[in-house]
């Protein structure tokens, strides 16, 4: 069965369970808010998984409870027996479906109108749900706490430390080869079961992008949307625990945007952009957190709208709500109970949102982004910390002492004495040059107080994302994989460490905040945060395309939609056949463009290109980047091999037309769907080496054979050939009907002319 | 009522820390600095795994030269381990906890982590609490 769904059930019925004391305190006192809260929140999230579980029956039986719940909260009505009555019948209802589900048993779905129905005011429960089935299908995973996890992770790590003083215990007291095999076994099973155990704890978190494409896309569709999905750094490993308190905010996020973000295609057409609204979810490291963002290219927060809202529900006043900055503006997106959408609808509900994802992700000491443009476009960055997730780091040594740098923002390490690398001092302070790069530069030993080892510094170059600068550093020891945790708040009020943790020779070890150790320095940075901005915007509007460096050196792009893929061929490949490049590859012949003399290397690498039917090469001297095209295109003056140009970091860039290339390598043939007109040809080995190959070329079917043979046009060099065969001589004559056997133009001119015949 | 302590040396006098607040006792072995921390923070090292805070108590109680202990009762506060150096430990045993006399004129820092007063022996033993030797994150700043 399908993981998502498993999960949902375990899900459910746990929380079931927990919500059966709820229940029954909340039908002793219905007034009880908390106990209201927790049912509601318990149908919400049911119904919030049903949809793009695609579970319509237990979708519409918790929103017809949530409804009601709501109402009630609102205080539009009142908590009665008969509510209660009628939401406890659907309450256990979902729970019965929930094992039937599991079970993969039917349920009759007779009786459900009726628990709706007495949803409504003033009904009594005329039905009694059918009663449980008693089907509980075995269950195939357990849930495990975190808390046992954490556990088994510190006995693991005891284990690795016991091994590692009983093989110095024997190598130093006892050395015995039978002792060190079986501790040479013992160490590979330990280091195996530490593996699997740090991976109980790590999970890539494509376990929560995986259910998104689905989900987009039933979401859009159910409002008449559509919304194409991107979903990027799907391998980034995060805690367990971190996952669990990213899923349901990374939903809520997502449906908002789709429900509230992106426009019915009418209003993006009216707006000038493209009717497909484009979501982008996306994680990666940066320095020691984990960034998931969710961009989209929808409307924006429209805040004139929140305040309305806020300031209609007599929640805020509306001349202090106008006095607040833009940011602030936004901001108010997380206020409790807002909606910032006029009608309920079943994918984002009722405001039950983003206050909630705001308290989950500041639960885990993260924080959330918001940056929105009005008619452009929204962008959410979900920060959470690194802490508690397995880093791969480099270790650094200074004087004698280690520290661990987070690999992911190292982008190189260079050695002092390098080729092209130059230290100057600048006043108080050192600047690096890397080749081309200028970069502030901190020695390590002084921001740890610490005494500088003698020999030659290693040069860390790390990028904090407002900037780069050079840790200067005695030496780099090794890279390991760590557990990185918190380190006491005494320490960690330094600023200059992101956390502690256990290596494997057991001696503690800190790991380095690279943000506070240039900002302890005093290195600042300009932030381009604005042309940064304008760039995103840029991007979400054009065409993904191939940039690459063509055989004569200019620089051009295909649009990626018509690339198959690039590769290298050896130029022995190639060959010129009929005035036209033809490359032979994977057992076919296909034409190949190229724009220059490519006969020079021994390979050379060729976009091959396919429009679904035909394939053909492009070759090209090496390919550069995947840029996207923004929409300003200059025309191109006559229709050609290039269909425009543009300009991509200040170059010119002539953009490839694929639709002429293959419009113009079309005639090569293989169009053999279409009825090709055949021409037949006398059985002789001159019309089968010199004409037949030129007939082929030019589009025809060639059969060889004499009289009786279904031919559009027959060619022949019996002079007694009778009808209307197109006769060929060894010497030019007036002749009607013969054509000289070398006059290329005039054969196929006049094969032309008896299809054309045949045809009418 | 009595409660049970721990008889410790801190600093040169006789402490009783009440026993709910002592993890355990051990030998801490080698201690890895932690630049830049405030100076009471001696460092970290491990135990069985997990990695602790040494905290020189001399220094946070304001005595001067560091000590030479090797022995230390961990403490956890707010889920961080600390281990609290000490000169010697001494048992554990029941004691009535008697409010501070009337005029014992306490240094802030002992002031600070006082609790009371237990009778050992006939010879007066100042009870304290260890945790609110822990530096927070305030101090360091």
């Known amino acids: 069965m399908d993981e998502l769904l498993q999960e949902f059930i375990a899900e459910t019925r746990e929380t079931l369970e927990a919500l059966a004391g709820e229940i029954v305190a909340w039908e002793a006192d219905p007034t009880d808010r908390a106990r209201l809260d927790a049912i509601f929140r318990f149908v919400h999230t049911v119904k919030g998984s049903c949809g793009f579980l695609d579970l319509p029956r237990l979708a519409r039986l918790s929103h017809a409870a949530e409804d009601v719940l709501a109402a009630v909260r609102d205080g539009r009505r009142p908590a009665d027996r008969m509510l209660v009555n009628a939401v406890l019948a659907v309450v256990d209802r979902i729970g019965e479906l929930v094992e039937a589900i599991d079970a993969q048993v039917a349920l009759d779905d007779s009786g459900e109108d009726l628990l709706i129905a007495a949803l409504a005011e003033g009904r009594e429960i005329v039905v009694q749900a059918p009663s449980p089935t008693g089907h509980r299908a075995a269950t195939r995973s357990v849930r495990l706490s975190v808390d046992l996890l954490d556990r088994m992770m510190s006995g693991m790590s005891d284990m690795v430390l016991a091994r590692n003083e009983l093989a110095r215990r024997v190598r130093d007291e006892h050395p015995d080869p039978a002792l060190e095999a079986a501790l040479e076994r013992l160490s590979a099973t330990v280091a195996d079961m530490r593996e699997t155990v740090t991976r109980t704890r790590m999970q890539k ?246 005494p500088r080892a003698d020999g030659t510094r290693m040069l860390v170059i790390v990028g904090i994302g407002i900037g780069s600068y050079v840790i200067a550093v005695d030496t780099v020891h090794d890279t390991e994989e760590l557990v990185i945790k918190p380190a006491a708040p005494a320490i960690m009020a330094c600023g200059l460490f992101a956390g502690q943790t256990l290596p494997d020779n057991g001696c503690p070890m800190l790991m380095l905040d690279c943000s506070g150790l240039a900002a302890d320095a005093g290195l600042t940075f300009v932030r381009e945060a604005e042309a940064e901005d304008s760039d995103t915007v840029a991007e979400t509007l054009g065409v993904d395309a191939l940039l690459f460096r063509d055989i004569d050196g200019r620089l051009r792009a295909i649009p990626l939609a018509a690339v198959d893929r690039v590769e290298t061929v050896a130029t022995e490949r190639i060959g010129t056949t009929g005035g036209a490049l033809r490359l032979v590859v994977d057992d076919q012949i296909i034409p190949l463009v190229a724009g220059g003399d490519w006969t020079a290397a021994p390979a050379i690498d060729v976009v091959r290109m396919t429009d679904g039917v035909l394939e053909m090469g492009y070759a090209i001297a090496e390919a550069l980047d995947i840029v996207t095209l923004p929409e300003d295109v200059a025309d191109p003056v006559v229709p050609g091999l290039v269909s425009g140009v543009t300009l991509i970091d200040g170059e010119p860039v002539e953009i490839v037309d694929p639709f002429w290339l293959f419009a113009s390598a079309g005639t090569g043939g293989a169009a053999a769907d279409t009825r090709q007109p055949v021409c037949a040809i006398g059985r002789d080995p001159w019309l089968r080496g010199f004409v037949a190959p030129m007939l082929a070329r030019a589009g025809y079917r060639v059969v060889e054979g004499g009289v009786g043979v279904a031919a559009d046009a027959v060619l022949t060099l019996d002079p007694t050939a009778s009808g209307d065969a197109i006769r060929l001589t060894d010497s030019r004559s007036d002749a009607p009907g013969c054509i000289y056997r070398y006059d290329r133009d005039a054969i196929l001119s006049a094969v032309e002319t008896r299809i054309a015949g045949a045809r009418r | 009522m009595k409660d049970l302590f721990l008889i410790a040396h801190i600093a040169g006098r006789t402490v009783a820390i009440a026993s709910e607040q002592v993890g355990s006792v051990v030998d801490i072995g080698e201690v890895t600095p932690v630049p830049r921390a405030p100076r009471l923070v001696r460092g970290l090292a491990t135990l069985r795994s997990r990695v602790v805070t040494v905290i020189d108590t001399r220094i946070a109680l304001g005595v001067d030269g560091e000590g030479t202990a090797a022995r230390a009762v961990i403490v956890r506060v707010d889920g961080h381990d600390y281990a609290m150096l000490v000169d010697a430990l001494d048992d554990v045993s029941a004691f009535a906890l008697h409010p501070l006399a009337n005029g014992t004129a306490l240094v802030r820092e002992w002031r600070a982590i006082a609790t009371g007063i237990v009778e050992r022996d006939g010879e007066p033993v100042l009870a304290i609490d260890l945790t609110r030797l822990v530096p927070r994150a305030a101090m360091a700043a």
Do not use: C, Y
């Open chain 1, 205 to 450: 978190i494509d376990t929560l992008f995986t259910a998104l494409p689905r989900m987009v896309r039933d979401t859009a569709a159910s409002l008449g949307k559509s919304v194409t999905v991107t979903v990027e750094g799907a391998d980034v490993e995060l805690d367990r625990e971190m996952i669990e308190v990213l899923r349901d905010p990374l939903v809520h996020i997502v449906r908002n945007s789709i429900d509230h973000g992106i426009e019915t295609p009418a209003a993006r057409r009216a707006a000038g952009k493209r009717e497909n609204g484009r979501l982008t979810v996306s994680a990666r490291q940066a320095g020691n957190q984990i960034i998931v963002e969710i961009i989209d290219d929808g409307a924006g927060i429209d805040t004139d709208r929140l305040i309305a809202k806020l300031a209609g529900a007599g929640a805020r006043n509306d001349r202090d709500l106008r006095a607040l900055s833009e940011r602030q503006k936004l901001d108010l997106i997380f206020e409790p109970g807002l909606s910032a959408k006029d009608e309920v609808t079943e994918i984002s509900g009722r405001g039950v949102g983003m206050d909630i994802v705001r308290a989950a992700i500041e639960g885990i000491g993260g924080r959330i982004e918001l940056d929105s443009r009005r008619g452009q476009g929204l962008r959410i960055a979900i920060h959470v910390p690194l802490t508690l997730s397995i880093i791969p780091t480099i270790i650094v040594g200074v004087g004698d002492q280690r520290f661990a740098i987070p690999r992911q923002a190292i982008e190189e390490i260079v050695s002092e004495d390098a080729e092209a690398i130059r230290i100057d001092r600048v006043g108080s302070a050192a600047l690096a040059t890397v080749r081309d790069r200028r970069l502030p530069l901190i020695d390590l030993s002084d921001s740890m107080d610490l």
